[in-house]
């Protein structure tokens, strides 16, 4: 039977549509929830207080500019306010970017957005969705290869995305390396650093992205405030740009794009002492504990500079086994079949009562495999 009713367009069809991580499994209360990367305490008190102020002034229309949030953006790191968009979560912000800057062309053909093999799908569903061609450049184990990325570049090369820390193997490239890829792209070629996992990495001499930002007028540093900062529900990006990509994209953002309840708690979430800093030590200290039980149980644990890792399992079958033997026990952890590592699990630093349960239960797992 024909389809008379409207049609998308072509390229729309082509899209898998994301797959949040689970958060519930049915007959079971008690849920630990490790599959989505949040912030093991939850929202900062001061976020919840600030979420409740604003309660009464629901049927007020937010402030268009996130004018507050951006000064507080500014002042924590030292830049610009004026160089700063918000956005509804750092996703809004990918979005628009490949449609201001890829697309199809004028004689048909389509402009081309590279990003690494294992890098964030959402590259991939917003490129597709602007009418470009996604590329994706090979890995070196499973970290993002330069010189993949630049053999990958062509003419018809647009944007290129790199997740530093990435997401989802967690690998980090030093800021050599991402000096590199800058030098080597055509200046043409807008590179945008994804650094959403930016405030767990310890490694000495990182940076964000905002030398490479303030080097030149072609890159863009995306950041979020739904891992560290607790505010994953509450839908808060930014990205800090040259003055023309943040014109571009202040003029086709939402006007009203960040509600008043992420706005005042985005601003006290970055006002709570010593709250960063005491996540940070919590997950470098549980993520080297449970890697470590990990991998005495016979798991591969690749290194990682976020508040999560690559449990490697060696074979899809394994993978899916645990992940079942997992979530039996209400623990839910992300599968990675769709970024093309189905022998893996990706496993969200908790608790230290989340962390010691999931190191429990997978020892319990690798004890009933046999060979």
Known sequence: MSQTGPRPRAEVLQIAAYVPGEGNVAGLNRIVKLSANEGAFGPPPGAIAAYGTVAAEIHRYPDGGSVELRRAIGARWGLDPARIVCGTGSDELIQHICHIYGGPLADGSRTEIIMSMHGFTMYQI?????????????????????????????????????????????????????????????????????????????????????????????????????????????????????????????????????????????????????????????????????????????????????????ADFATPARAAAADAFLKARGIIVRAMGAYDLPHCLRITVGTAEECTLVADTLTAFMATQHG
Request: net charge neutral; proline share 6%.
């Open 126 to 310: 917003a490129g597709t969705y602007a009418g470009s061609r996604v590329l994706k450049a090979p890995e070196r184990n499973l970290t993002t290869d330069v010189d993949a990325i630049l053999a990958a570049v062509s003419p018809a090369t647009r944007i290129v995305y790199v997740a530093n820390p990435n997401n989802p193997t967690g690998s980090l490239l030093p800021e050599s390396e991402m000096e590199r890829l800058r030098a080597g792209l055509p200046p043409e070629v807008l590179l945008v650093l994804d650094s959403a996992y930016a405030e767990y990495v310890t490694e000495p001499g990182y940076d964000a992205g905002a030398k490479l930002v303030d080097a030149g007028d072609n890159t863009v540093m995306l950041r979020t405030f739904s891992k560290v900062f607790g505010l994953g529900g509450m839908r808060v990006g930014w990205c800090y740009g040259p003055p023309a990509v943040i014109d571009a994209l202040n003029r086709v953002r939402g006007v009203f794009n960040v509600n008043i309840a992420a706005q005042a708690a985005a601003v006290a979430a970055l006002a709570e002492p010593g709250w960063v800093e005491r996540s940070v030590a919590h997950n470098s200290e549980w993520r080297a504990r449970l890697a470590t039980a990990l991998t005495a149980a016979g798991i591969k644990v690749w290194p990682s500079h976020t508040n999560f890792f690559l």
